[in-house]
């Protein structure tokens, strides 16, 4: 069946690591994107790409970078830089700019030890 | 500023006992409303895409429905496993990016 992969689903970073989320989609969506998910707040974007090599900054990319190489593939760098990494994150794919449902993957909690 | 408005953000229901769950919204060319339904830890999973003021659509014991100015996701006669939190979405005109209200969180008791 057609989806989207995220690994790991438990993810413990230590104070100025930089740590990588997988995603992975055989949905053969053209458009990919990363959320934060906290506690009592919507979903925040952090980066989208509508097409393989280019993507876009979001509401909230410091402290993130992504890269797009593969159209299967959106990974997300939570760097040093990111002062309050802790949260749930969540990648997401869709056919394309018009207004489809987005197809999410089941999450990665990441937390800062 | 565009804006999306859940409430109430928390509701707790006795089986079979039937409430709407209501999102606001103040976007300007509305391109689509969007329901999402999110389990504990999990990703949220999509129920409906609305268009158009006056469109509704079902799946099961939900039903939603729109207007200019707010959309309701009706739930009848709930059952225990409809306990979730239920995401509302909003795409306007020009915008490849919706905006997620917080949500509401749904408890059935048995």
């Known amino acids: 069946d057609g989806g989207i992969t995220q690994s790991p689903k438990y993810l413990f970073r230590k104070e100025g690591q930089n740590v990588t989320l997988s995603c992975e989609q055989n949905l053969n969506h053209d458009a990919m994107y990363w959320y934060r998910q906290d506690p009592g707040q919507g979903l925040r974007l952090i980066y989208y790409?509508?097409?393989?090599?280019?993507?876009q900054k979001g509401d909230i990319a410091e402290g993130y970078s992504v890269s797009r190489e593969k159209k299967e593939s959106f990974p997300l760098t939570v760097t040093s830089a990111q002062k309050n990494p802790t949260a749930f994150y969540l990648c997401?794919?869709?056919?394309?700019?018009?207004?489809?449902?987005?197809?999410f993957g089941s999450g990665t909690r990441l937390t800062v030890v | 500023e565009d804006q999306v408005t859940q409430s109430p953000e928390a509701l707790r229901l006795q089986e079979g006992e039937s409430s709407s769950l209501n999102c606001s919204y103040t976007v300007s060319g509305l391109r689509g409303l969007f329901w999402y339904r999110q389990d504990p830890g999990k990703g949220p999973e999509f129920l409906f895409t609305l268009y158009s003021a006056g469109e509704e659509k079902e799946k099961e014991r939900l039903k939603a429905t729109l207007t200019k100015k707010e959309s309701f996701l009706h739930i009848t006669a709930p059952k225990p496993e409809d306990s979730a939190t239920y995401l509302c979405?909003?795409?306007?005109?020009?915008?490849?990016?919706?905006?997620f209200g917080r949500g509401t969180s749904l408890i059935v008791h048995p």
């Open positions: 997401a794919s869709s056919a394309g700019s018009l207004p489809y449902g987005y197809t």
């Open positions: 790409s509508q097409i393989v090599n280019d993507f």
């Open positions: 979405a909003v795409q306007k005109g020009g915008s490849y990016i919706p905006t």
